[in-house]
C-alpha cells in the first residue's frame, strides 16, 4: 500500500497529524527559527512588478513547497513482487495561504491537484489554512535596478538551458523577434556559467531586442534533496 507522507508548512503545528504518517516540515518564511528552504527571484526589472493578487503570492509558495517534497520523498522500486504500487507516491499538503477560500474551492483544488498528478504521476491531497503574519512578496524578488528600460514583453518561456527550451528561444527570439522573458530555475550553481553563456549567444543573434531573462532559485537545506 502506498505510504501516505504529510508536508507540513509555514510553520503550521503539526501535533494534529496522525502518529502513523511520515511527516516533512518545511518553511520558506525567513527570520522563523524552524526556516529551511530559500526562494529567491533575480534580475527581476521593476518595470515588470506590478501589484500582484494575493492568491499569487500563495501560487509561488505552493509550488515551491511541491518541488522541495519531490526532491525529498523517494519513490518505490518497480518491482514485480509490488507491481510498482509504491512509485507512486502519496503526498498531503498543509500550506498557509492568505486567500483560503480561493484554494479552497472545490474545483481550484481539483484543478491543482490533477495537474500536479498529471506532471509527476503522484497523488496530491492539499489542506489549506488562513495564513498569520505571511511575508510580503517584496522578499523573495531581488530587484534589477540598474536595468535600462524594457519593452512590454509578449512570451514568457521556461529557459532550462537544454535542448528542447534553447530550440524554443531561439525560434522566438532569433527567428520571430519577439520580446521574450526567459525564466530559468537554478536548483545547483554549477550550470551557472552554461546557463550565462547560452543566454549570451541568444543576446549576440537577437539585435535590438534582447530576451529578458528572470533567474529563480530554491535552496533547501542539504537533508532535503534526496530523491
Same mark, same amino acid.
Request: proline share 4%; glycine share 6%; charged share 30%.
Given at each position: 500500500m502506498?505510504?501516505?507522507?504529510h508536508?507540513?508548512?509555514g510553520?503550521?503545528a503539526a501535533?494534529n497529524?496522525g502518529t502513523?504518517?511520515?511527516?516533512l516540515c518545511?518553511?520558506l ?8 528552504v530559500?526562494?529567491k527571484?533575480e ?5 515588470l #512588478? ?5 492568491q499569487f503570492?500563495d501560487?509561488?509558495e505552493?509550488a515551491?513547497y511541491?518541488y522541495?517534497a519531490d526532491?525529498?520523498?523517494?519513490r518505490?522500486?518497480r518491482?514485480v513482487?509490488?507491481l ?6 502519496r503526498m498531503?499538503f ?6 483560503p477560500a480561493?484554494?479552497?474551492d ?14 509527476s504521476?503522484?497523488f #496530491?491531497?492539499?489542506?489549506?489554512i488562513a ?7 517584496q522578499?523573495y524578488?531581488?530587484?534589477d ?8 514583453p509578449e512570451q514568457?518561456?521556461?529557459f532550462s ?5 534553447l530550440?524554443?528561444?531561439i525560434?522566438?527570439i532569433?527567428l520571430?523577434?519577439?520580446?521574450v522573458v ?5 536548483s545547483t550553481?554549477?550550470?551557472k556559467?552554461l #546557463?550565462?553563456?547560452l543566454?549570451g549567444r541568444?543576446e ?9 531573462h528572470?533567474r529563480?532559485e530554491?535552496n533547501k ?6 530523491d
Amino acid at each position: 500500500m502506498t505510504t501516505e507522507h504529510h508536508i507540513i508548512c509555514g510553520g503550521i503545528a503539526a501535533e494534529n497529524i496522525g502518529t502513523d504518517a511520515v511527516k516533512l516540515c518545511l518553511n520558506l518564511w525567513d527570520g522563523r527559527a524552524d526556516s529551511n528552504v530559500r526562494l529567491k527571484i533575480e534580475h527581476l526589472h521593476e518595470q515588470l #512588478y506590478k501589484n500582484i493578487p494575493p492568491q499569487f503570492h500563495d501560487l509561488l509558495e505552493i509550488a515551491t513547497y511541491v518541488y522541495c517534497a519531490d526532491c525529498f520523498f523517494k519513490r518505490g522500486a518497480r518491482d514485480v513482487q509490488t507491481l510498482g504500487d509504491n512509485w507512486r507516491r502519496r503526498m498531503r499538503f498543509h500550506i498557509p495561504v492568505r486567500k483560503p477560500a480561493v484554494w479552497n474551492d472545490a474545483k481550484v483544488k481539483k484543478v491543482l491537484q490533477d495537474t500536479l498528478g498529471f506532471l509527476s504521476d503522484d497523488f #496530491y491531497e492539499f489542506t489549506f489554512i488562513a495564513a498569520v503574519n505571511a511575508p510580503p512578496l517584496q522578499d523573495y524578488f531581488d530587484f534589477d535596478k540598474g536595468a535600462a528600460p524594457i519593452q512590454k514583453p509578449e512570451q514568457v518561456m521556461m529557459f532550462s538551458g537544454g535542448l528542447d527550451s534553447l530550440a524554443g528561444a531561439i525560434e522566438e527570439i532569433v527567428l520571430k523577434k519577439n520580446k521574450v522573458v526567459l525564466v530559468n530555475h537554478q536548483s545547483t550553481p554549477k550550470f551557472k556559467r552554461l #546557463y550565462e553563456n547560452l543566454i549570451g549567444r541568444l543576446e549576440e543573434k537577437a539585435g535590438d531586442i534582447k530576451p529578458i531573462h528572470l533567474r529563480v532559485e530554491i535552496n533547501k537545506k542539504k537533508k532535503l534533496g534526496k530523491d
